[in-house]
């Protein structure tokens, strides 16, 4: 079992700046380890969608297209922790944020919701223009 806290989301003006943190921890493994890591977001009305992953390294990461320039998805594994940094936030990226962990994926990153095996409970994420 994987235990995935998330923080940071809120209520911002457009233009504006947000940092989401997202833990993963697992107690029974014999290393805390690390993993393939997502963040997805789901708008009112519409499906969840990737918008950044990252490998278990942190070598390889991915953002989607609408937020490219904008956010950046980072890892420190020491922390156990991975960061969405959001600046430049527009009204369109509002919506409840999921961090995501996949445990199979020893290379690369995967954005295919099927992939992740535990979510976080969400972080609201607001933006007014």
């Known amino acids: 079992q994987v235990r995935v806290v998330e923080s940071g989301g809120g209520l911002v003006q457009a233009g504006g700046s947000l940092r989401l943190s997202c833990t993963a921890s697992?107690?029974?493994?014999?290393?805390?380890?690390?993993?393939?890591m997502g963040w997805f977001r789901q708008a009112p009305g519409k499906e969840r969608e990737c918008v950044a992953a990252i490998s278990r390294s942190g070598g390889s990461t991915y953002v989607t297209d609408s937020v490219k320039g904008r956010f950046t998805i980072s890892r420190d594994n020491a922390k156990n922790t991975v960061y969405l940094q959001m600046d430049g936030l527009k009204p369109e990226d509002t919506g409840v944020y999921y961090c995501?962990?996949?445990?199979?994926?020893?290379?690369?990153?995967?954005?295919?919701?099927?992939?992740?095996?535990?979510w976080g409970q969400g972080s609201p994420v607001t933006v007014s223009s």
């Open positions: 995501a962990v996949n445990t199979a994926r020893a290379v690369g990153f995967t954005t295919s919701l099927g992939e992740y095996d535990y």
């Open positions: 697992r107690r029974t493994a014999r290393n805390y380890g690390s993993y393939a």
